[in-house]
């Protein structure tokens, strides 16, 4: 069962993993495998670091559950596969609703970060006539250049003769554009030093205290929209509201309709013939039966963690390569837990602050962009593929078992890159020990001095490109550990 459980809690707390570690040897384990997403992983590597501190023989070993699929160095993830492909077979049915309206357009919000690989996989198999996806991680994007991108696509389709249209948002969208995350912010800071009441009475409050921009934008949005903005967080017991729970679909509608309304009076447009819904899929996946692809990567990886435990490995994720092979020629092994933390030193309150390192795949080198080949968006038309298959030749076909994510995933692994180097290292080591004079040692010396500083300037790259995290900042994750540093 794949369950969500709110707001990731944390056992970096020591007095928790004092618990965890009494629980442990109480129960003489040999092993503990924990199924989960990143914070589940992150909270496998606390327990494992504490069981070596109490010297117990329980191997912690965890396994890569997330809808998500934003694990660094994993091909793919156990329900990547299900959640796009359930998620496919709905858009492609309320496509098909919006061709037979004739004059509907349809907002979608789905599941998602705002660099989401659902949203791309299942732009690819349903062909909806756009997705929006995040811009810049850090500058964000700008509320009326997504608005006008959205209106000149209805009016360019609307003069083709197509009046209806699908849109995908996944959630995480609301996240990178610019005016709401500083409407977010200034909300915060409101409710942190002004007294206010909890509830629809509320709102009138809050919005008074916003500065004149804000205030214009906030005053536009949906009720129940300004609701979700204000106190979003009380209803699911969270001292702040969660940027990416807002009904980013219904924001866009608004202000599309406002837009659309005001080029019909200014004459830009004949008339206004456009009528827009809402349809949020924020929980069709939960029920979902697992897809065949998704059965065999589970029975896989247990069967990894096991192994694994077997052979009395610890802190290990296991994951399989080569999944868009045949499942007889997967490759499963284990990559140390600690490639799924990043840390940054607190020197103010001498702490180290530890948190996830998730991949946004579309965010990194090489990677082509995954919707160039699909038709132009103002001639596209929704596909429809139907139920997910379990059998037969449409549960069988290669295509229908492969991801975008799985096949652009192995460009960023670098494995290879560095077993390859590590084997050279090891030649070059090999030479040096078998020099016969001074000249040789300097140069093999050199070599490896200029291996080590290509390795640091790649290493300085990458911890560049991610950037710095703040707990105040919506994008980032909510869950951040904080561990006192060693003096």
């Known amino acids: 069962m794949i369950c969500q459980f709110g707001d990731p809690v944390s056992l970096g ?30 909270d496998a590597a606390l327990i494992a670091e504490a069981c070596a501190a109490e010297r117990l023989v329980c191997k912690v070993i965890g396994v890569p559950v997330s809808l998500d699929c934003d694990f660094p160095f994993v091909q793919q993830t156990i329900g990547h596969d299900t959640i796009c492909r359930t998620l496919s077979s709905y858009l492609g049915g309320i496509g098909c609703c919006a061709q037979n309206s004739g004059d509907t357009w349809v907002f979608v919000r789905i599941v998602g970060t705002a660099w989401s690989h659902i949203a791309v996989q299942c732009a690819l198999l349903a062909h909806p006539n756009t997705v929006l996806l995040s811009g810049h991680e850090r500058h964000g994007q700008c509320l009326a ?27 995480g969208f609301a996240t990178g554009i610019t005016e709401l995350r500083l409407l977010h912010e200034e909300i915060t800071e409101i409710k942190k030093s002004a007294a206010y009441e909890i509830g629809w009475d509320g709102i009138p409050d809050i919005e008074a205290r916003l500065k004149p921009s804000t205030a214009a934008i906030f005053d536009i949005m949906p009720r129940d929209v300004q609701y ?56 069709q996946g939960r029920s979902a039966l697992p897809t065949d692809f998704d059965c065999d990567l589970g029975y896989t990886l247990g069967w990894g963690a096991g192994v694994l435990v077997r052979h009395g490995k610890t802190s290990q994720l296991v994951h399989a390569s080569s999944l868009q092979r045949k499942v007889d020629e997967w490759c499963v092994r284990g990559i140390p837990l600690t490639c799924l933390l990043d840390a940054t030193s607190d020197g103010e309150h001498d702490e180290a602050r530890i948190f996830p390192s998730s991949l946004a795949l579309l965010n990194q080198r090489h990677i082509a ?99 710095p995290k703040s707990a105040g900042d919506p994008t980032k994750p909510s869950g951040v550990w904080r561990v006192k540093c060693a003096k």
């Open 369 to 467: 962009r995954p919707f160039t080949k699909l038709p132009p968006q103002e001639k596209r038309i929704t596909v429809y593929h139907g139920p997910v298959q379990y059998f037969g030749d449409a549960a069988r076909d290669p295509s229908l078992r492969t991801t975008w994510h799985m096949e652009n995933m192995p460009l960023q692994d670098p494995t290879e890159l560095l077993q390859d180097i590590f084997d050279l290292c090891g030649e070059l080591h090999s030479t040096m020990a078998l020099a016969s004079n001074e000249s040789t040692m300097y140069t093999v010396n050199g070599l490896l001095s200029n291996g080590l500083s290509v390795l640091e300037s790649y290493k300085q790259l990458c911890d560049s490109k991610k950037g």
């Open 13 to 42: 707390c020591k007095d928790y993993l004092t618990a965890v570690t009494k629980t442990i040897a109480r129960k003489q384990l040999d092993g503990l495998v924990l199924v989960g997403n990143l914070y589940a992983q992150v």
């Open 228 to 283: 979700e903005m204000c106190f979003g967080g009380q209803e699911r017991q969270a001292d702040t509201v969660d940027l990416s729970t807002v009904s980013i679909d219904r924001v866009l509608l608004r202000f599309v309709e406002i837009e659309l309304q005001r080029r019909m009076k200014l004459g830009l447009i004949a008339d206004d013939t456009f009528r827009g819904t809402c349809h949020p899929m924020m929980y």
């Open 145 to 171: 250049n997504v608005v006008n991108l959205l209106c000149d696509l209805i009016v360019k389709r609307a003069g083709a003769g197509h009046k209806y249209g699908v849109v995908l948002i996944p959630t």
